[in-house]
């Protein structure tokens, strides 16, 4: 058997179903005027539970002792021969089950409708509670992308500082180390000596050079000025030696 609880206001329903979908168990039930008075017109005759027609001397009718043993208390779907006052009374309860699952119904589906338009309501309410946020967030953002640039330009300025520095470090390494290039070509310029010097053997070669021209295809001729030549380069070689 199912079972429901709900509650709307200060009125608390809790009510089970069984697998035909009809109410079985009512607790805290608050039915319409309409319902409620159409059940007390129907009310009266139940409570008037269908006598039997007693015999004169005050004994139950044949048909009752027969049986020999009390009818049960449960309701139950009448019999052919039970009476017409059981018949209309169980029609009744009929009615009265059929118009309490109705209410019920209308009920849950009210219980239904409303939770429905609260989980609207909340999540309209969300929705502005969010919209509502949206500016303090926006400026949370906007304060902490200042931040963000103020940093970056604290950086940027250190580095161009550093850079600045590397540069101006630089370019006295350069001017340095151009200062110290200088001084060591120019005292390398004084450790050299510079000595004017003349062709060797000059006349010897001008007397080579002509007598090739003239001999180009009898080199052999100027053999005797070539020996002259080497021994002429010799003998200088060896002065310059004995004077450096």
């Known amino acids: 058997m199912g079972g429901c609880e709900s509650s709307q206001g200060r009125r608390k ?19 319409t005027e309409d319902v409620v008075n159409r059940m007390k017109g129907s009310s009266p005759s139940r409570r008037e539970s269908p006598r039997s027609p007693r015999a004169a001397n005050g004994t139950a009718p044949s048909s ?42 209308r009920l849950a589906k009210r219980e239904r409708e409303a939770a429905c338009e609260a989980k609207e309501r909340s999540g309209i309410i969300e929705e502005r509670q969010r919209a509502a946020q949206l500016p303090v967030d926006l400026d949370a953002w906007a304060v902490g992308l200042q ?12 580095y161009q500082e550093q850079l600045a520095r590397i540069e101006r470090k630089n370019a006295e390494i350069y ?4 200062e110290q290039y200088q001084e060591a070509a120019t005292k390398a310029e004084e450790r050299i000596k510079r000595r004017n010097a003349d062709p060797i053997c000059a006349n010897l070669q001008s007397e080579i050079l002509k007598c090739y021209q003239e001999n180009k295809r009898e080199v052999l001729k100027c053999s005797e000025l070539a020996k002259e030549y080497q021994r002429c380069v010799s003998a200088a070689q ?3 030696y004995t004077l450096s």
């Open 64 to 105: 009752l002792a027969a049986e020999g043993k009390p009818r049960p208390t449960g309701i139950r779907p009448p019999k052919e021969s039970d009476s017409a006052a059981e018949q209309e009374l169980y029609r009744r309860y009929l009615a009265e089950q059929s118009l309490v699952q109705e209410e019920l119904l």
């Open 147 to 158: 931040g963000w640039e103020a940093d970056l330009k604290r950086q940027e300025a250190f």
């Open 13 to 31: 329903v809790s009510f089970g179903l069984d697998e035909q979908d009809r109410v079985r168990v009512l607790q805290g039930i608050r039915l």
């Open 238 to 240: 060896k002065e310059l």
């Open 175 to 178: 001017k340095m180390t151009s």
